[in-house]
């Protein structure tokens, strides 16, 4: 069931503008009608209700949808008021120059690994990973050191929604091998990405966590087998710690919501 379905027309509403931006271009009405759970008639009736309010922009040249500038608008405030990336900014580039390899900054959404900054090495390396991206969290470093530290009933619903759709050789294939894996990554405080998602990247990663032990999100240092391996990059775990760390403390003063006043003060 795709998220948002059972939530009345606001949540179709939401799954139609998901189904929009994995496009990841304007897209036509044929193609959104072939690969959408609604009929024809609720797909035109949402994608209509969705361009009035600015939410999808319609080109009639090329009668394609495309996000609206509205949409922009929300999505800006809640990049800047409601993800770690504006306070992680200045650590997340501390760490990268501390490193010269990429560095990665993320967050659960949902059971996915949203990535909120990126910054590349010294000498930089095409890979998946871009700021904005969704990317599976039962493969990648930051994913994995996130799950390792939620509360056990949130990992297990995470743990359920993952695929485990086999990217390489290395790639965790099952839910018991990723459990057995998240005891190894909870005793050392970090994990690793073995080329699990993309061959020939691997990365160190550690979660970001409050006070209170709450997930706030993860770190990563990232590179090649080319240029270095597993053993390379654990010796910048001490760099990794510092900048998780210091993060954390700078949410704090930011007033980053804690899990159990979030709970109490919206219902949430």
């Given at each position: 069931?795709?998220r948002?379905?059972?939530d009345?027309t606001?949540?179709k509403?939401l799954e139609?503008?998901?189904q929009?931006?994995e496009?990841g271009?304007p897209?036509?009405?044929?193609?959104l009608?072939?690969?959408?759970?609604?009929?024809?008639?609720?797909?035109?009736r949402?994608?209509?209700?969705l361009?009035?309010?600015g939410?999808l922009?319609?080109?009639?040249?090329r009668?394609?949808?495309?996000p609206g500038?509205?949409?922009m608008?929300f999505?800006?405030?809640?990049?800047?008021?409601s993800?770690?990336a504006?306070v992680?900014?200045?650590?997340?580039q501390?760490?990268?120059?501390?490193?010269?390899?990429t560095?990665h900054?993320?967050?659960?959404?949902s059971a996915?690994?949203?990535y909120?900054?990126?910054r590349?090495?010294?000498?930089p390396?095409?890979?998946?990973s871009?700021?904005?991206k969704?990317?599976p969290a039962?493969?990648?470093?930051?994913?994995?050191a996130m799950?390792?530290?939620?509360p056990e009933d949130e990992?297990?619903d995470?743990?359920?929604?993952q695929?485990?759709h086999?990217?390489?050789?290395?790639?965790?294939?099952?839910a018991?091998?990723?459990?057995?894996?998240?005891?190894?990554?909870?005793?050392n405080?970090?994990?690793?990405?073995r080329e699990?998602h993309?061959?020939?990247i691997?990365?160190?990663a550690?979660?970001?966590l409050?006070?209170s032990?709450r997930?706030?999100?993860?770190?990563?240092v990232?590179?090649?087998?080319?240029?270095t391996?597993?053993?390379?990059l654990?010796?910048q775990v001490?760099?990794?710690?510092?900048?998780?760390?210091a993060?954390?403390?700078a949410?704090?003063?930011?007033?980053?919501?804690?899990h159990h006043s979030?709970?109490?003060?919206?219902?949430?």
């Amino acid at each position: 069931m795709a998220r948002g379905a059972g939530d009345g027309t606001v949540g179709k509403a939401l799954e139609v503008l998901d189904q929009v931006a994995e496009f990841g271009r304007p897209v036509r009405f044929a193609e959104l009608l072939a690969d959408s759970n609604f009929p024809k008639p609720t797909l035109y009736r949402l994608l209509q209700t969705l361009t009035s309010q600015g939410m999808l922009a319609f080109d009639p040249d090329r009668n394609t949808y495309s996000p609206g500038a509205r949409l922009m608008k929300f999505a800006h405030a809640a990049w800047s008021q409601s993800t770690l990336a504006q306070v992680a900014s200045p650590h997340v580039q501390l760490l990268s120059e501390a490193t010269g390899e990429t560095v990665h900054l993320a967050q659960l959404d949902s059971a996915q690994v949203l990535y909120l900054d990126k910054r590349n090495a010294r000498q930089p390396v095409e890979m998946y990973s871009q700021a904005g991206k969704i990317g599976p969290a039962y493969c990648t470093g930051v994913g994995k050191a996130m799950i390792a530290f939620l509360p056990e009933d949130e990992a297990a619903d995470v743990i359920g929604q993952q695929s485990f759709h086999v990217f390489t050789p290395t790639t965790l294939a099952t839910a018991d091998a990723l459990q057995e894996e998240l005891v190894d990554i909870r005793a050392n405080g970090y994990g690793f990405d073995r080329e699990e998602h993309e061959p020939g990247i691997i990365c160190v990663a550690m979660p970001i966590l409050s006070e209170s032990g709450r997930v706030l999100g993860a770190l990563s240092v990232t590179s090649t087998t080319q240029h270095t391996n597993l053993a390379g990059l654990e010796q910048q775990v001490p760099h990794l710690r510092k900048a998780t760390n210091a993060i954390a403390q700078a949410a704090k003063r930011w007033s980053f919501p804690d899990h159990h006043s979030q709970k109490t003060t919206t219902g949430i």
